[in-house]
């Protein structure tokens, strides 16, 4: 029961914020930015405090968890893109974008499902870290396990046959948040298709407008990117 009421209580409270975001920031090129600061500061706040509760064995330079296709909204990969161009040199950009390329192009097809077992490390990575921490994506925050011994087990064989030890707690809690985003935002008209991370920040920073169309419900910034179909 408490599970359950994690999941309906953080869903409740995005769908909320979500709706005060939609309300302020209008069908402007703010509202993707303002859309991820808002759901991430939600989901932060609940796992630095579920997370001391439970006391998860993640820790600063475990990415085991960053070894798989990781996925994002459509307004996350548009912050992303933003945070990238304004804390890289044009070069560093570039040489990211192209770590980006490679890893969309070592996909199997369009499918997050079928690429699950593939351990190319995200791109995102610098020394084992996230290097966007603070705005990476929602799906994301979902990753965690009591168990290091069992996320190397996963990342040495077959994902799907290796159970990993979480919790019940934080998985619902950020679930509740995920499927709040993913529910309302349709209605407004704008895409809330979750896809394959560098695909769909790659679109983003190919766009200089896909703030401004996104917000407009243009599903055209985005329609060639991976799907997540898991």
Known sequence: MEEKNHFEAF????????AETLRKAGKTARLPHELADAAHALAAKFVAKEGAAVKTACEEGCSYCCHQPATVFPF?????????????????????????????K??????????????TACPLLV?????????????????????????RVSFQKDRTKVEIPISLELLTGISGIIEGAFERLPEKGLDANLYELCSAVLAALADPDAAAKWAKGDRRVFEGCVRDDT
């Open 11 to 18: 869903k409740a409270r995005q769908e909320a914020s979500q």
């Open 76 to 104: 996350e990969a548009i912050r992303i893109a933003r945070v990238l161009k304004e804390s890289l040199s044009n070069e560093r950009l570039e040489a990211l974008e192209e770590k980006m390329k490679s890893r969309v």
């Open 106 to 119: 070592g996909l199997k097809g369009a499918s997050v499902r079928k690429n699950i077992n593939d351990k």
């Open 127 to 151: 020394d084992d870290c996230c290097s966007i921490y603070a705005n990476r994506p929602l799906t994301c925050r979902l990753a965690h396990s009591f168990s290091v011994k069992r996320c």
